[in-house]
């Protein structure tokens, strides 16, 4: 059953977003910071049940990716390109899945899930598989390569 009315207009203010709060964040609870553009936030999953699972985040407190103007929306998808390039380059997946949802976090973000060769690809990827925490050195590890990565990764083909 949806929210009513009134719960789901508070749960998609800015006032209430959880992703505005600390999508910025060098580290919090659920991800750690890659990179940073005008447009977006990228971070890693702490749940590493798909390796390389990363979010983009948009910056500016939108829900739905039908605000935004023709501008925006490009520059959101190149940064969902480039960060799909750059786990590509760091995790070697067999294919990304892309997913966009925010029923539960009215914050527009881009959840990009790794499938990899051991995984079912007739099984539906699921953002709740797990968790599967990597230690800090390993999380560590792979931000620092999506980070080099990220920094000679272009949107280009």
Known sequence: MWSPAAQW?????????????????????????????????????????????????????????????????????????????????VFQPEKIDYLIMGHRMPHLHCHLLPQHAADDPLRNVDIADGPVFASTAAIGAAVTALQHTWNTTTTSC
């Open 9 to 89: 207009e508070a749960l998609k203010s800015a006032e209430r977003c959880g992703m505005c709060d600390d999508a910025h964040l060098p580290a919090n609870e659920h991800s750690v910071l890659v990179a940073t553009t005008d447009t977006s936030y990228v971070r890693l999953a702490r749940n590493q049940a798909h390796p390389g699972y990363c979010l983009v985040i948009l910056r500016e407190h939108v829900t739905d990716l039908a605000e935004l103007s023709p501008q925006r929306l490009t520059a959101f998808w190149s940064d969902v390109q480039r960060a799909g390039r750059a786990i590509g380059e």
